[in-house]
């Protein structure tokens, strides 16, 4: 009953967030902190839920198959195949936040470990692409050179986000079983771990899920081809946990790998598009994940002005932070600030980075306490509301003519006036 509770809940924030124009995954979210904190107003039935087994399980289960199917729809090619300008873009977007939010943490949060610092700043290093192609979209700007760059950049961003949320998972699990301190030799194992994984992982994915999915096309009952790729989602990240790293690593490198071919053998898919073959699944265990991180959220902090100081001070570096993607621009005549504005929504990413920063614990504590999560989830609506309309706007002033076009026009105009 927990379950479909929630998840009616979950839904009907969406439905309503849509209408009202809003991403829909707000809508969940604050469903669940709507939710999650009825027993303020006297209604007790709802205490205790967010801390139900069942529903932690089936929100685990949403946000897996959430990063699969991420990884479904990146194109392992195009990744590969991106310009400078979006690689430079997407650097500088994760590191430019994770210094600014270590130094926020540090300075508004004296005292507190090096690790909750580092976590809260990758936190700040996630981005959205989904929010912001979505608006590009609805602008027409998708096919703009802009609009290449931000889509570009922000799926390098994602697998620069993973790396650093598996380099920093493994320092806070290794400092919680060496009590505390770190060796240089062991965060070099960490980083070499991470990268190697990922890169076994993606690297000889490919052959291994070829070879499952290929062993699936021989049997007689319909459903192999999602059964085999959810089961090996599930191993993927699996294998991640075991090596210390976050299992939604894992899963992202398993979609990342999959690929149109691996389901050619199929007569009967129960999707057209591969890429959709897990859709059911996630829109129905997915809504559960953020309406229970919104359960976690406690709204009694926020008479705090303490937590509020320090949502708003968060805030202000996540958009800051990524303003300095601007400089990763190189080709000429781009509206620079649109692309710096394109990546500052966190939304689905930076919810589950700072899910994990709260139930992540060192010697019994989480590494985000209550109070650092809910301005962390704060900081996530307030970066995913701003975005839209300050990309409307910016892409509605007119821009100047890239140098080279103007060039070109007056070439034009000179030859038209020699040949009159």
């Not at 990744?79 to 994760?94: E, K, N, Q, Y």
Request: glycine share 14%.
């Amino acid at each position: 009953m927990v379950f479909v509770v929630v998840l009616l809940a979950a839904k009907t924030g969406s439905e309503l967030f849509e209408r009202w124009g809003q991403p829909s995954v707000l809508g969940e979210l604050v469903f669940g902190i709507l939710l999650g904190n009825l027993h303020l107003i006297g209604v007790r039935a709802a205490a205790g839920l967010a801390d139900n087994a069942y529903l932690e399980l089936a929100a685990e289960i949403g946000v897996i198959l959430l990063l699969f199917e991420v990884g479904l729809e990146s194109d392992l090619a195009a990744l590969l195949a991106v310009g400078r300008s979006a690689v430079a873009v997407a650097t500088l977007g994760v590191i430019a936040p994770v210094v600014l939010g270590y130094g926020v943490t540090a300075l508004l949060l004296p005292g507190g470990a090096w690790y909750v610092n580092l976590f809260a700043g990758a936190t700040l290093a996630a981005t959205s692409v989904g929010i912001t192609a979505r608006v590009l979209k609805d602008l027409g700007k998708t096919t703009s050179g802009e609009g290449r760059i931000i889509l570009g950049a922000a799926v390098v961003d994602d697998v620069l986000g993973l790396v650093l949320l598996a380099i920093v998972t493994g320092l806070t699990v290794s400092v919680s079983a060496g009590g505390g301190g770190l060796q240089a030799g062991a965060l070099a194992w960490i980083i070499a771990k991470a990268v190697l994984f990922l890169v076994v992982a993606v690297g000889g994915g490919k052959w291994i899920a070829g070879a499952i999915l290929h062993a699936g096309t021989r049997a007689r009952v319909g459903g192999m081809a999602i059964v085999l790729s959810v089961c090996y989602c599930f191993a993927l990240a699996a294998a991640a946990e075991a090596v210390g790293l976050a299992p939604i690593v894992g899963a992202f490198a398993a979609g990342l790998v999959l690929n149109e071919s691996h389901f050619a053998g199929y007569t009967r898919m129960c999707a057209r598009d591969f890429r959709e073959i897990v859709r059911p699944l996630t829109m129905l265990f997915t809504p559960v994940f953020f309406a229970h991180m919104g359960m976690r959220v406690d709204l009694a902090s926020f008479t705090s002005g303490r937590v509020l100081l320090l949502a708003a001070a968060l805030s202000l570096a996540a958009i800051a932070g990524k303003q300095v993607c601007m400089l990763g621009v190189f080709e000429k005549g781009l509206n620079r600030l649109a692309i710096g504005l394109g990546m500052i929504p966190r939304g689905e990413v930076g919810l589950i980075f700072a899910g994990i920063g709260a139930t992540l614990a060192v010697n019994g504590q989480p590494v985000f306490s209550p109070g650092l999560f809910s301005a962390m989830v704060l900081m996530v609506m307030v970066t995913t509301l701003v975005t839209p309309p300050l990309l409307k706007l910016v892409f509605a002033k007119p821009q100047p003519e890239p140098a080279a076009a103007v060039t070109e026009t007056r070439q034009g105009t000179g030859s038209a006036g020699r040949d009159a």
